[in-house]
């Protein structure tokens, strides 16, 4: 079963940056859509970034793009998201999430919740402005 664990989460002003981490226990044998979530209080959950680990295709939400970047570091068996230009509408707990799947799979379900199996505890972020 995938474990995840994000860290990196924090306060920052308007304009600055973060960087999340998402370690992750996953099967070398296979490959998996791996995405970032966030919530914001009285909202629902949201897609920000997506990346399948079998090439790397990426994938983001339009109001991060440009903005924000997904990486993976198979090494470290962990997922990033670089956080540039951060607006205080990003604040939010952000989650990351994996599914075994193909990249088709991955490019056709992105940003559906129930199409993720593993979920970490969450990292806050928080933008003042």
């Known amino acids: 079963q995938v474990q995840l664990v994000e860290s990196g989460g924090g306060s920052v002003q308007a304009g600055g940056s973060l960087r999340l981490s998402c370690a992750a226990s996953?099967?070398?044998?296979?490959?998996?859509?791996m995405a970032w979530f966030r919530q914001a209080p009285g909202k629902e959950r949201e897609g920000v970034a997506a990346i399948y680990t079998g090439g790397g295709s990426t994938y983001y939400a339009d109001s991060v793009k440009g903005r924000f970047t997904i990486s993976q570091d198979n090494a470290k068996n962990t997922l990033y998201l670089q956080m540039n230009s951060l607006k205080s509408e990003d604040t939010a707990m952000y989650y990351c999430?994996?599914?075994?799947?193909?990249?088709?799979?991955?490019?056709?379900?992105?940003?559906?919740?129930?199409?993720?199996?593993?979920w970490g505890q969450g990292t806050q972020v928080f933008v003042s402005s």
């Open positions: 999430a994996a599914d075994r799947r193909s990249i088709w799979g991955c490019a056709s379900g992105t940003w559906s919740l129930y199409g993720y199996d593993a």
């Open positions: 996953l099967s070398p044998h296979s490959m998996y859509c």
